[in-house]
């Protein structure tokens, strides 16, 4: 699958910018959504420099749900069409924040799950009377399971992960492609707090690795693949033993 048109959202983020400059190689088209002006102009200027055929920006606040058909449309006109919707942004709470902050925590989940929802929402009708597209969703390993350490997040990314599998059985009759991407930690500005260790990848490997993923059109890639394995092996473990324990992965 080489997508053409492609639509970022969370645009700044380490791995959707690596993701990028491999579509960009191949002369893609982008609209690129974000917060950050700033960042958004090195976004812009990176994906140029890596050859793509056409870059705009777009600043975007996710939390506007408003304002999110009106994206759609603005994609439509600029890149007249879409091939592929990529969504990367997210935050990494405080979980004991969150604890003792149902404000906190709410907007968290907010961030992490709710707008991410509404913006497959008119994206997906489009792509289903489209007959054709890919919807492809940076979620988190952190979604298999809950752990002590980060369960706001991960409830948040498990949301977004069901809310994928329904949508990619709704839409594979009109040939729609919905790709999950579950990425272990990854060393990016968003985990500059974590204290790293053997299985952080860096953000250019995690980039490459989820371009891959979506020109082949997997329904869910674990980024890199061996997380599949260590999501299975954790699965297996009993609950009455995984609530005593403070697995990290």
């Known amino acids: 699958m080489a997508a053409q048109r492609i639509l970022v959202v969370g645009a700044t983020s380490a791995m959707a910018r690596a993701a990028g400059r491999r579509f960009a190689a191949d002369g893609a088209r982008f609209v690129l959504a974000g917060r950050n002006p700033e960042k958004l102009s090195a976004a812009v200027a990176e994906l140029r420099d890596a050859g793509a055929a056409q870059v705009m ?58 707008s991410i929802l509404s913006l497959l929402v008119p994206v997906a009708n489009y792509f289903e009377q489209q007959r054709r597209g890919t919807i492809a969703v940076i979620t ?55 204290s790293g260790g053997l299985l952080f990848t ?11 993923a979506i020109r082949r059109g997997v329904d869910i890639a674990y980024v890199p693949w061996w997380w599949r394995w260590i999501v299975a092996l954790t699965s297996l473990v009993p609950e009455a033993l995984f609530k005593r324990t403070d697995l990290r992965a």
């Open 202 to 212: 860096d953000a250019d490997r995690a980039g490459a690795l989820i371009h891959a």
């Open 57 to 114: 920006s777009y600043p975007l606040d996710v939390m506007d749900f408003d304002h999110h058909p009106l994206l759609l449309e603005v994609a439509l006109e600029q890149l007249d069409g879409l091939d592929l919707l990529l969504v990367a942004h997210g935050v990494v709470p405080d979980q004991e924040a969150c604890e003792a902050d149902v404000a906190q925590l709410l907007e968290a989940f907010h961030v992490n799950a709710t």
């Open 140 to 194: 988190s390993v952190a979604g298999e399971r809950g752990r002590r350490e980060n369960y706001t997040y991960g409830a948040a990314k498990s949301a977004v992960s069901v809310f994928l599998q329904g949508l990619r059985a709704r839409l594979h009759p009109a040939g729609v492609r919905v790709v999950d991407l579950r990425p272990g930690p990854v060393r990016s500005p968003m985990t500059a707090h974590k």
